[in-house]
C-alpha cells in the first residue's frame, strides 16, 4: 500500500483507463531519490490489467551505450520488428544493431518505436515502465521522447520516473508529475507499517530530516535504532546510501563481489555475470544472502536491484581494486560472447592512463555508433578514445571526429567547446576546417552570426586550395548568416564576392546556385541584373546540382526570395517527399515550412494550414525552433488574411523566435507582416502603415518579407494621404519588379502605381491583365477591390459593380471575412443588392490533420501507408478518418476519393 500517493495514483490510473479505451498518454514522474518513483511504477504494474507491461530502465554503466535502455525496454517486443514500414524496420534493426543498413536519421527510429507500440497495442494496450530514466543513454531517451510526443489512439502508455535536476525530458514537452515527500500523518503511518522502534524525539526529526522521503523512512530506522541520530545534517541520499552501504558490509564478502559485478554491468544478465563471477572466484550459490535479504530478484535471466540506490551503494561502497577487478572480469566476458563494445567501455572504465589499444576499441565502437545513428554515444565514446590517445595527432583526430557526432547529435555547446580546444592542437588544414565547420554550426543556431560568419569564411579560405567542395559549402552558410543579419550590405556584398576566390569552372554546377543567390541580393545589393544569366535558367540548372536536403532547401530558400513562388513549392515538395522517401526526418520541418509560407502567399490556404501543421509538430519534436517560427509565420499570415485576429496574435507569438543579438527569425518577419494585413483588412490603417514602416526601414529591411510587404504599404499610404513617406520603397519594388520580370510581382507594381499616380486605370488595367486568375486570388481580389473602389468613385457605377462581385466571390471563397464585408460595403455603395453567400466549402470543417490524412486515403492509399508517410500509427490515421467521415457526410473511402 503507497501511503499518501492519492493524487498520483489517480493520474496513473487515468492513463491505464485511457489506454483500455485505446487513448495513449505519457508521464514524467520526477523527483529526488528515493521519493517513491519506482513504488509508482510498481503501483502502475500492478495496476495494469488486461495490459502488456514492457520494463526498461537507465543504469550508469549503460549511458554510453547507444540504444541500450532501448533495447532493454523493446526486447520482448522484437518478433514484431517484420510488422513495421521498411524505413522504420530498418532503422530499428540498425539501432539494435541487428543488422547493418546504413546511417539512418536519428527521428526515424523514434518513429519505428512508436510503430512498434503501436503494432503491440493492436493485441491489448501497452504500458511501458522506465525507471531511472536520467540514466538512458541519449538516443534511447530522444527515440522514446520522441514516440511519446506522437502518441494519439493506440492504447500505448510511457511512463518514466526521473531524478529532480535531471535534464533528461526536461523541455516541458511531456506531462510531468514533481513528487513531494509524505505529508506528517502520512510519513508516520509509514513508520508504523514498519515497526520502527524509535524514541518520540528520533522519529519526529527523522520525519522532519527527510522531508516525508519514503524510501528513506523506510531505510534509516534500522541505522538511528542502533546509532542514534547524527549530530549534523548531512545529505538525504548520502544518508540512504549509508544504509544500503551498511546492509551490503554485512553480506559476506563472495555475495558482495556478486553484488559489485551487477552493479558495474548495464545489463545483469547471468549469461555474462557467472563467467565474471568465475574468474574473480565466486560461485552462483554466493547470490543466495542477497536474494534473502530482498536487495536482488532474478527476472527473466537477469538479476534486478531492489532500488537503483542499492546498486550504487554495492558500486560506489566497494575499494577501487575490486572495482578494476570488476570491470576488467566484465570486459574478458564480452569479449567472449562477441560484444566488443562493451567489452572496450568496460576497459575505458578502469584505464587510469594513455592506452592506444583501449583507444582504438573505443574508436571502433564509436565507428559503430556512428552508422547506427547513436551520435552522442559516438561523441562520447570519440572523446574518451581521444583522452586515452598516446600520441597528439590521434586524439585531436578523435576529438574532431567527437565534435562532428556531438553537434550532429544536437549536442552545440558541448562540440564547440571541444571544437575550440581541439583547434588550438590542429595541425592539418582539413582537420582545422572541420572543426570550425562544428564552432560555427553552434554559433549559428545561437544567433552568434558574426563570429559563425568570421569562422566559416577564414575556413574556407585556409581550405580552398585542398578542397573546393568543402570550401563552397562554407561560404554558403557564410552567406546565410550574412542574410540572417541585422542589414548590413557590405557584408551581403562580400560574402557573394567571396564565391569568385573559389575560380570554379564555367561549368560547374555550383556555379547556378552562386548565381541563384546573386539574383536573390541583386535588389537589396543595388545591382544590374543585365549581365546575369536568365533567372529561369539559372534555377533549372541549380534544381538539378541541388543534391541532399541541404541542396534543395538552398534552392527553395532563393528561389522564394526571387519571387519564384511556383518553381520554389515544387523545390519545396521534392524536398519533403525525399526526407519522406530517405527517412530524413530532420529535414522534413525546413520543407514543410518553406512550402507553408509558398502556400499562405499565394491564397492556398488550406494547404497551407496542411504543411504548417505538420511542420510544426515535427519541428517541435526533432528540437528545431526555426522551422516552429517559419510555419507559425504562414498560418499567422493566412489567419490575417481571413480577418481572425485571436489566431492571428496566437501564430504570431509561436513565431517570434529571437535569437541573440537581436536577431528575428525569418518566421517572426512574416508574422509581422501578417499583423499589418489584418491591420489593413480590420481598417486600422494607422497601425498596418507603422508596422509597414517599421519591417521597411528595419534591421532586416533587406529580407523576402519586408519586400513582398511593400504594395501593402503603399496601400496604407494612400488611405492616411502619406505616399511621399513611402517614395523609397516604392522605387525598391520597381527595382524588384524590372529585375525579377515576373508577372505577379508587376502586377502588384503595377496596383501599386495605379493607387499613386494620377492616371491610374491604365494601372489598374495592366494589372488585372498580369494577374493569373488561377493563382494569388486574394492579391487578384484586392486588386479587384481597389479597382471598383476607384471606379465608384469617379461615378462610374455600373464598372464598379463588375470589379465588385468579383472581388466578393473571391474573397467568400477564400474565407476572407473583412476583405468581404468591404467588398459588399462599396457594392452596396454603387448601387448593387448584396446578399451573403453561405459558405460552401465542405471541407472548412477538418482539422488540418484530419484533411490532411483524408486527401492521402483519397489517393488510395492505405492506413499503414498514410501512418508511415506522416510518422503516426495506423489507428490514429483511421481515427481521424472516422472523425472526418461524418463531417463530410459520407461513409466509404470511394466516396471520399468521389468528394476530394
Known amino acids: ?49 488486461g495490459l502488456r507491461v514492457l520494463r526498461g530502465s537507465g543504469t550508469e554503466f549503460e549511458s554510453e551505450l547507444p540504444f541500450a535502455g532501448l533495447h532493454l525496454l523493446l526486447r520482448p517486443a522484437l518478433d514484431r520488428l517484420d510488422a513495421l514500414p521498411a524505413r522504420q524496420r530498418e532503422a530499428l534493426t540498425s539501432a539494435f544493431g541487428l543488422g547493418e543498413v546504413g546511417a539512418v536519421d536519428r527521428f526515424m527510429i523514434g518513429a519505428g518505436v512508436l510503430s512498434l507500440l503501436a503494432e503491440l497495442a493492436e493485441n491489448e494496450p501497452v504500458v511501458c515502465l522506465v525507471d531511472d530514466a536520467h540514466w538512458l543513454d541519449r538516443a534511447s531517451a530522444e527515440a522514446l521522447r520522441f514516440a511519446a510526443r506522437r502518441l494519439d489512439r493506440e492504447g500505448v502508455v510511457l511512463l518514466f520516473a526521473i531524478r529532480e535536476h535531471a535534464t533528461t525530458f526536461a523541455s516541458g514537452a511531456l506531462a510531468e508529475l514533481r513528487l513531494a515527500g509524505l505529508d506528517t500523518a ?128 554495492a558500486y560506489h561502497g566497494a575499494p577501487l581494486a575490486p572495482r578494476i577487478a570488476a570491470h576488467q572480469a566484465l570486459a574478458t566476458a564480452y569479449r567472449d560472447r562477441g560484444d566488443v563494445d562493451r567489452e572496450a567501455w568496460q576497459l575505458a572504465f578502469v584505464a587510469t592512463g594513455p592506452d592506444e589499444r583501449v583507444a582504438a576499441g573505443l574508436e571502433h565502437a ?49 562540440a564547440r567547446a571541444r571544437a575550440e580546444r581541439a583547434s588550438r592542437d590542429a595541425t592539418e588544414s582539413e582537420l582545422t576546417a572541420r572543426l570550425v565547420e562544428v564552432q560555427a554550426s553552434a554559433d549559428f543556431a545561437q544567433g552568434e552570426l558574426g563570429r559563425a560568419h568570421t569562422l566559416l569564411t577564414t575556413g574556407a579560405r585556409a581550405i580552398a586550395a585542398e ?47 552562386v548565381w541563384l543567390a546573386r539574383w536573390g541580393m541583386a535588389v537589396p ?59 530524413v526526418i530532420y529535414a522534413l520541418p525546413a520543407g514543410l515550412g518553406y512550402l507553408a509560407l509558398l502556400h499562405a502567399v499565394l491564397g492556398n490556404r488550406r494547404e497551407a494550414r496542411i504543411a504548417a ?27 490575417a488574411m481571413q480577418g481572425d485576429e485571436v489566431a492571428c496574435q496566437r501564430h504570431t507569438e509561436e513565431a517570434g523566435l529571437r535569437l541573440s543579438l537581436g536577431v528575428t527569425a525569418a518566421g517572426a518577419t512574416w508574422a509581422q507582416f501578417a499583423q499589418a494585413l489584418l491591420d489593413l483588412g480590420l481598417g486600422r490603417i494607422q497601425g498596418a502603415f507603422d508596422r509597414l514602416q517599421a519591417l521597411a526601414s528595419g534591421p532586416t529591411r533587406h529580407q523576402n518579407a519586408n519586400l513582398r510587404a511593400v504594395p501593402d504599404l503603399v496601400e496604407a499610404a494612400t488611405r492616411l494621404g502619406r505616399v511621399e513617406e513611402v517614395t523609397a520603397s516604392l522605387e525598391l519594388y520597381g527595382r524588384y519588379a524590372k529585375a525579377m520580370r515576373r508577372p505577379w510581382i508587376e502586377a502588384l507594381y503595377a496596383r501599386c502605381l495605379a493607387l499613386t ?21 486574394f492579391e487578384r481580389a484586392r486588386t479587384e477591390l481597389l479597382y471598383g473602389e476607384w471606379l465608384r468613385r469617379a461615378r462610374r457605377r455600373t464598372d464598379a459593380r463588375e470589379q465588385l462581385t468579383s472581388a466578393l466571390q473571391a474573397f467568400e471563397e477564400l474565407s476572407a471575412g473583412p476583405w468581404a ?61 472516422y472523425k472526418a467521415y461524418p463531417k463530410l457526410g459520407i461513409s466509404s473511402r470511394s466516396e471520399l476519393a468521389a468528394l476530394l
Request: proline share 5%.
Open 366 to 414: 564509436a565507428d559503430r555508433a556512428l552508422r547506427r545513428s547513436g551520435y552522442v554515444a559516438a561523441a562520447t565514446a570519440y572523446e574518451r578514445s581521444a583522452q586515452l590517445s598516446e600520441s597528439t595527432e590521434q586524439a585531436v583526430r578523435r576529438l574532431a571526429l567527437a565534435c562532428e557526432a556531438g553537434a550532429n547529435g544536437g549536442q552545440l555547446d558541448w
Open 467 to 513: 578542397d573546393t567542395d568543402r570550401a563552397f559549402w562554407m561560404l554558403m552558410r557564410a552567406l546565410h548568416c550574412a542574410w540572417a543579419t541585422p542589414t548590413d550590405e557590405r557584408l551581403l556584398a562580400d560574402s557573394l564576392d567571396a564565391f569568385d576566390t573559389l575560380q570554379l569552372p564555367a561549368d560547374d554546377p555550383r556555379l547556378a546556385l
Open 1 to 49: 500500500m503507497l501511503r499518501g500517493r492519492e493524487n498520483e495514483q489517480a493520474a496513473i490510473d487515468a492513463l491505464l483507463d485511457g489506454a483500455r479505451a485505446g487513448t495513449s498518454g505519457a508521464l514524467v514522474l520526477r523527483g529526488e531519490p528515493g521519493i517513491g518513483k519506482t513504488a509508482l511504477l510498481r503501483y502502475a504494474a500492478d495496476r495494469a490489467d
Open 613 to 639: 501543421t505538420e511542420g510544426i509538430a515535427i519541428a517541435r519534436d526533432t528540437g528545431q525552433p526555426l522551422w516552429v517560427s517559419y510555419a507559425s509565420g504562414a498560418l499567422a499570415y493566412v489567419a
Open 821 to 881: 464585408a468591404r467588398a459588399r460595403s462599396e457594392l452596396s455603395a454603387a448601387g448593387a443588392a448584396v446578399t451573403r453567400t453561405a459558405a460552401s466549402d465542405v471541407l472548412a470543417a477538418l482539422t488540418p490533420q484530419e484533411l490532411q490524412i483524408s486527401q492521402l486515403a483519397a489517393q488510395g492509399m492505405s492506413n499503414n501507408d498514410i501512418a508511415a508517410q506522416l510518422f503516426l500509427s495506423s489507428r490514429t490515421v483511421a481515427y481521424h478518418l
Open 186 to 313: 502520512s510519513a508516520g503511518a509509514l513508520l508504523d507499517e514498519r515497526n520502527a522502534d524509535l524514541p518520540a524525539e528520533v522519529r519526529q526529526r527523522l520525519i522532519d530530516d527527510t522531508r516525508g522521503n519514503p524510501l528513506a523512512l523506510l531505510e534509516l530506522p534500522a541505522v538511528l535504532a542502533s546509532s542514534g541520530a547524527p549530530p549534523g545534517p548531512m545529505p538525504l541520499t548520502n544518508r540512504v546510501l549509508d544504509a544500503f552501504h551498511q546492509q551490503v558490509r554485512n553480506l559476506p564478502a563472495t555475495t558482495q563481489t556478486w553484488l559489485l559485478l551487477a552493479a558495474a554491468d548495464d545489463t545483469g544478465e547471468l549469461a555474462v555475470l557467472r563467467p565474471a563471477g568465475t574468474a574473480l572466484q565466486v560461485e552462483i550459490t554466493d547470490l543466495q544472502p542477497a536474494q534473502d535479504s530482498g536487495m536482488l530478484s532474478l527476472e527473466s535471466g537477469a538479476l534486478v536491484f531492489r532500488h537503483p540506490l542499492l546498486r550504487a551503494a
Open 757 to 777: 499616380e494620377q492616371d491610374a486605370e491604365p494601372h489598374f488595367q495592366r494589372a488585372l491583365t498580369l494577374h493569373d486568375d488561377k493563382s494569388r486570388l
Open 525 to 583: 545589393l543595388g545591382r544590374d541584373v543585365d549581365g546575369y544569366p536568365p533567372l529561369e535558367d539559372v534555377v533549372a540548372r541549380a534544381t538539378a546540382a541541388a543534391k541532399g536536403p541541404t541542396g534543395r532547401i538552398e534552392v527553395t530558400s532563393r528561389a522564394f526570395i526571387c519571387g519564384l513562388d511556383d518553381e520554389g513549392i515544387e523545390a519545396a515538395m521534392a524536398l519533403v517527399a525525399e526526407a519522406r522517401n530517405t527517412g
